[in-house]
């Protein structure tokens, strides 16, 4: 299979779809990588390295789009990218089409296997190519934290571990899961006072065990959200209702006197981290795509299926075609018209 891997061009996006490792892999089995010129180069990795892996630089995006089988990406292709999608393409990245109709009426359009890593699902039911970009939006919301409580990054001028004599910052993490647990680590070897909340009591008693007791769980509730809110020097969260999406160029706003910071993408910021981490959860995938080829791997994972969210014209997954009005075909269905006509 010929793999494309094409440069980002969202706002501040300097990610990549695959390490040098990644494309290794991928050439070692048989398989031609194309790469953009430069594409690497926001996350450390010259083309020379491509190359060395195996990889073919290519001059342009176009040249990329026009060649690769399936195009393995960070993000949502965006409006300059639409014209260089083309019929049976496997689209390999993050989609999150619930909110973007006019993406999802794109992949339509032009017929595109859009399979989206948020929607892969293991054995347990998790999302496995979500977690690394949780676990380092958790532990950058510290970091990013942080620095906003600076004065001359418009905070209060608090240092969030205090120091002797002079309290910590009191930070509040609404929600246990993997953003939150990592907020956690992070916040906790600060020295800041750390309390989370969550509606799940299991959820809290084993946060209770993995952080000794070093933080103060809290039971959700509209109350206890807001006596923790009003008292702390810092909150992480996405579920207040005074949260807006921020990108990197223009990242914070204020509402009430109380600084936003919500960007989107924050992984983006530190993209060397973020595809190392994110190529070790997609390359056994694309691997798979790549030497099996779609039906095949589909037909032996019900995980990686389940990431299907636009085949042959159709919506393939249930919530997106939900939220926007669309008819949703159960890809299955799909699959069997085709064999049908081809038997």
């Known amino acids: 299979m010929i793999v494309g891997l094409p440069k980002e061009i969202k706002d501040n996006e300097y990610r990549v779809g695959l390490t040098p490792a990644g494309v290794r892999a991928l050439t070692d089995d048989g398989h031609r990588v194309v790469i953009e010129r430069t594409a690497g ?31 393995v990406k960070v993000k949502e292709p965006i409006k300059l990218e639409y014209p260089q999608m083309r019929e049976g393409q496997l689209l390999f990245t993050y989609l999150h089409l619930a909110p973007d109709k006019e993406l999802t009426e794109e ?21 496995p190519l979500l977690t690394p970009m949780s676990e380092v939006a958790g532990r950058m919301a510290i970091q990013v934290g942080a ?8 905070g209060r001028g608090i240092l969030l571990g205090g120091v002797p004599g002079v309290p910590a910052a009191r930070v509040v993490i609404i929600g246990g899961g993997v953003v939150g647990t990592n907020a956690a680590k992070i916040a906790v070897g600060m020295g800041a006072y750390v309390t989370i909340i969550d509606n799940n009591l299991d959820r809290l008693r ?18 206890m959200i807001h006596d923790a809110v009003s008292q702390a020097d810092l909150i992480i969260g996405a579920v207040l209702e005074t949260t807006r999406p921020t990108t990197h160029s223009d990242p ?7 600084l936003h910071y919500c960007v989107a993408n924050m992984p983006g910021a530190v993209p060397r981290t973020s595809t190392f981490a994110l190529t070790n959860a997609t390359l056994p995938y694309a691997l798979r795509l790549a030497h099996r080829g779609f ?7 019900a995980g990686l299926k389940a990431g299907v969210n636009t085949y042959a014209g159709h919506c393939t997954y249930e919530a997106v075609a939900t939220s926007q009005g669309l008819k949703y075909t159960p890809l299955d269905e799909l699959i069997e018209s085709s064999s049908a006509k081809t038997a």
Not at 46 to 63: H, K, P, R, V
Not at 147 to 154: D, N
Not at 252 to 258: I, K, L, M, Q
């Open 206 to 223: 084993e946060l209770d065990d993995i952080f000794l007791s070093k933080i103060s769980t809290l039971a959700s509730s509209a109350y």
């Open 41 to 71: 180069e926001g996350s450390g990795f010259e083309d020379g390295l491509y190359q060395t892996a195996g990889g073919q630089i290519l001059g342009s995006a176009d040249e990329v789009w026009a060649q690769g089988e399936m195009i």
């Open 252 to 258: 914070t706003f204020y509402v009430e006197g109380v």
């Open 147 to 154: 620095h906003y409580l600076e004065k001359m990054s418009g």
């Open 295 to 301: 039906f095949e791997a589909i037909a032996s994972d």
């Open 107 to 127: 992949l339509l359009k032009r017929k595109v296997t859009g399979i989206a890593y948020e929607t892969i699902t293991d054995r347990r039911g998790a999302l």
